[in-house]
């Protein structure tokens, strides 16, 4: 296995840190949030949809953010700063899901620790240029997802048993629950702090006498430059549909488990072997990317993606949730960090946080067009079957504009 330089592997402990994070956003806290909304009679249908909803909001949020923070986070001592701010709004909003709320305000906290998370993306995923080099970029980042599928297992598992003995040991289940989202907040935050202390920004541009209007000038030229680069143009589209799919699953999975009558425990589970799944087949894809093209695995990934969609619409039983949840780990290290590394080389490395904040438009932000998709076709069909068919879409126009931003 390669070996992680100081710097490479406090940059991967973080991914090990907010991925318990985000075990929560797939699994507990939609668990939750729905068992709330459906005690108070709200249909399935609705708590799903609304619960779409506030994923969408998060990405607007965060893409509107992403390259105004970014253009600034990139001059010389900005860079730490802003992704600190954005890493405690999460962790802090992390550990006030905890406090016994309504559906709406468990929500809205929601949508205040998931913007946090998202925003300190921004920044940290810009940070792979100043922690290594190019020919380990597609290695150090499949490290970065695969660590953070198998660390995240450890706060997940705690967390599931303490929902599951809740009773036995006397605490309830609100007073688990507040437990579960503390723990994970403190897990979070303690693996955050070796990058802190080592984090040095080494690409940058300088600091300005007025660094906000500059900001602003060189965000607007990054956009002119995106638009004439078509390489970058072609893939940053290509990559706005297939990893909207992406992440649409992984918010979206446990809720419609839920409404096909998957159990809370069988989703937990499964969702527990998709993340030690998906460890040793994302550092096998980094080591993949030395031997075969990252484009070829890139295509291999969004096909696979597709066949899952697909697969997943007619699902009914537990076991055909367990066998997606092993066919979307295969896939899921492997094709964000694949789009991650090699949106890192076809980029200028001085400008990396402004360029990974359109990334996060085409990425994580246009994850409010999928989580929207499946929302509004789940209301207005009755059915949560009809939204998830409908990415089989996101993953085709996917397919075709990545092919066209090879041929760039």
Not at 138 to 153: K, R, T
Not at 327 to 355: D, M
Request: glycine share 10%; net charge neutral; proline share 2%.
């Amino acid at each position: 296995m390669m070996h992680l330089t100081g710097k490479e592997r406090d940059w991967v402990l973080y991914d090990v840190g907010n991925s318990a994070f985000v075990m929560l956003t797939a699994t507990v806290i939609p668990i939750c949030f729905k068992n709330v909304a459906e005690g108070t009679g709200m249909s399935a249908a609705d708590s799903t949809a609304y619960f779409s909803y506030a994923s969408s909001l998060v990405t607007v949020i965060a893409a509107v953010l992403g390259p105004v923070l970014g253009a600034v986070a990139d001059m010389k001592g900005f860079k730490k700063p802003v992704f600190a701010c954005f890493m405690g709004i999460g962790v802090l909003g992390c550990a006030m899901l905890g406090i016994p709320a309504g559906w709406l305000l468990f929500l809205g906290i929601y949508v205040i620790a998931k913007v946090g998370y998202q925003g300190s993306l921004t920044f940290y995923d810009s940070m792979l240029t100043d922690v290594t080099t190019d020919d380990r970029v597609d290695q150090v980042s499949a490290h970065g997802y695969a660590w953070g599928y198998i660390g995240s297992c450890i706060p997940f598992v705690i967390s599931i048993l303490l929902i599951l003995y809740a009773e036995p040991l006397g605490l309830g289940s609100t007073k688990a629950a507040a437990l579960v989202f503390a723990f994970n907040a403190v897990w979070w935050f303690v693996l955050t702090l070796p990058l802190l202390r080592s984090f040095e920004q080494i690409c940058y541009v300088e600091k300005k006498e007025h660094p906000v209007r500059e900001s602003f000038e060189r965000l607007f030229g990054v956009m002119k430059d995106v638009w004439n680069n078509r390489r970058i143009f072609w893939f940053l589209a290509a990559f706005f549909f297939y990893i909207d799919g992406v992440y649409t699953i992984i918010d979206m999975a446990t809720s419609y488990g839920k409404d096909v009558g998957i159990s809370d425990a069988d989703l937990m589970l499964a969702l527990l072997l998709m993340q030690m799944v998906a460890f040793p087949c994302s550092i096998l894809f980094g080591s993949l990317a030395k031997k075969l093209e990252g484009g070829r695995l890139i295509r291999l990934s969004i096909l696979g993606y597709l066949v899952i969609v697909l697969f997943a619409v007619r699902m009914s039983h537990a076991w055909e949730f367990w066998l997606l949840a092993v066919c979307v780990a295969v896939f899921q290290g492997g094709i964000q960090a694949l789009s991650r590394s090699y949106f890192t080389r076809i980029i200028p490395k001085e400008q990396a946080a402004e360029y990974f904040g359109f990334y996060d438009i085409f990425g994580k932000g246009a994850a409010f067009m999928g989580t929207l998709m499946l929302g509004a076709a789940t209301q207005l069909s009755g059915t949560s079957r009809t939204g998830i068919g409908l990415l089989s879409i996101l993953f085709l126009a996917g397919y075709v504009l990545f092919r066209r931003a090879e041929k760039a």
